[in-house]
């Protein structure tokens, strides 16, 4: 992500400041840029093996549903709010569906290897719809009913019946009522969107010309933040989702980029070139009060704050390379100890983000081949394993909030594009979450659940 802005790096000028930088001398500052970075990358091809080595093995699910009673335009969009059902739970993996079983009393389902049944029904009334949801657990005999009902038959339904069957049989998960905001490319232009999990519910919330890159929500999902390139310069955006009001909260010369607000609300985080490096600086919630909190040479970058906000990493290049960094952090968005290196092979590692369980940092390595992979590191052990190999250029890597999940954007195959996959922590099942005629770079989770 940061090499992409050192590459728009521009020589643009703030009237309101009345200053002009001088365009050879960006040009050379860029240029040691890339050179710091570009080093030789030795070992981190070696990395190729997957987090628990093994298959995991899927819960075997028997599904029935029923449009028993319905009309032809009911049943239409029942089996519509079936195929969105099946694809959620296709998305988060983990479960194997089971369709073809003549008379499926419990014993012969058991004989057939299944461990869970749900039965599904529809209930259409003219301005609502209800979805009735049985779901018996064939291993451990527990059994639930569950009735769901929404005003509208094509909203998110489908979603909370998914959580419910997911939650019913391997565990708690909230996935499926989470916000996505994304930087997308159509049409030569970068605008921001909101959409579901599964990419479906697009809302496009910015209309200007200007480039965008690293969003990120505040903590109670009323804002997002992120950075944008405008006539005059760089500049850091809060942009309130209610009222649709956008608002500069940090307009300086040089790179204005990556914003993380810290979980407790009252002050941020972001990566500023305010001296001759891009550094780690810190501010009030409204961006007043910048202050420099990296000290060491060289690039600090790329901040990520963990869920409690007492931890945070970051890229720093002060080993000669980008490396992968580990710091303690308060409340005030005060570094505080020292910082523990957590990457030493690759020359090249970027885009950190901490797992809400503070157990794993997934991060984007560069190989030798310059190929730009998703890798794991596990915290207790600093052992280092792929998500991603020889599966096209992967970028800008979240956790989602329950930690079971990598969300990435990758450019594969014949396509142009980058798109949003997910994938679980092995990197065995990587599903596409968007697949339209746009580019996905970079884009953040919501923290707070939809209804």
């Not at 296709?90 to 389902?109: D, N, R, Y």
């Not at 979805?131 to 569950?146: D, S, T």
């Not at 999902?221 to 005059?232: M, N, W």
């Amino acid at each position: 992500m940061f090499l992409l802005w050192m590459l728009f790096f521009s020589y643009y000028t703030y009237a309101e400041l009345s200053f002009s930088p001088n365009k050879d001398s960006l040009k050379d500052s860029t240029q040691k840029v890339l050179q710091a970075i570009n080093g030789d990358e030795k070992s981190i091809a070696q990395v190729n093996i997957r987090v628990q080595g093994a298959q995991i093995r899927n819960f075997r699910l028997y599904s029935d549903f029923s449009f028993a009673g319905l009309n032809a335009a009911n049943k239409k969009l029942a089996e519509e709010i079936k195929s969105k059902i099946e694809k959620d739970l296709a998305l988060v993996s983990g479960f194997e569906i089971v369709k073809s079983v003549k008379s499926p009393t419990i014993e012969l389902l058991k004989q057939q290897g299944v461990e869970g049944k749900i039965d599904i029904s529809f209930k259409f009334t003219q301005n609502s719809v209800s979805i009735e949801l049985k779901a018996f657990n064939l291993i451990n005999n527990q059994y639930i009913n569950k009735t769901i009902e929404s005003t509208n038959s094509n909203n998110r339904i489908h979603h909370h019946i998914a959580k419910a069957i997911f939650d019913m049989f391997i565990g708690q998960e909230d996935i499926f009522l989470r916000q996505i905001a994304a930087i997308k490319t159509q049409n030569n232009k970068q605008q921001i969107v909101l959409m579901d999990f599964d990419g479906n519910n697009q809302k496009i919330i910015t209309q200007d010309n200007w480039p965008k890159i690293s969003p990120s929500f505040s903590p109670d999902g009323k804002s997002l933040f992120y950075a944008v390139i405008t006539e005059q310069g760089h500049g850091i955006i809060e942009h309130d989702l209610v009222s649709g009001k956008r608002v500069f909260r940090t307009k300086t010369i040089g790179v204005n980029m990556e914003p993380k607000i810290h979980p407790n609300n009252s002050c941020m985080i972001a990566s500023l070139s305010l001296e001759k490096a891009t550094n780690l600086y810190k501010a009030n919630r409204d961006g007043s009060n910048l202050t420099k909190i990296t000290q060491s040479l060289g690039m600090n970058l790329s901040a990520f704050i963990n869920q409690k906000g007492d931890k945070i990493v970051y890229v720093s290049d002060r080993s000669g390379n980008p490396q992968i960094y580990l710091q303690n952090i308060n409340a005030k968005c005060d570094l505080e100890g020292s910082a523990k290196r957590l990457t030493f092979v690759g020359n090249y590692n970027q885009n950190p983000s901490l797992s809400n369980d503070d157990s794993y940092v997934v991060f984007v390595g560069r190989d030798e081949n310059k190929v730009f992979d998703i890798f794991l590191i596990e915290l207790s052990n600093l052992k280092v394993s792929r998500i991603t190999q020889n599966q096209g250029v992967n970028k800008s890597p979240i956790f989602s909030t329950s930690s079971r999940y990598v969300l990435f954007s990758s450019q594969r195959n014949s396509d142009n594009n980058s798109h949003i996959y997910i994938s679980n922590l092995s990197g065995n099942n990587q599903m596409k979450i968007t697949s339209d005629n746009a580019s996905y770079d970079s884009f953040a989770i919501n923290p707070i659940l939809l209804q």
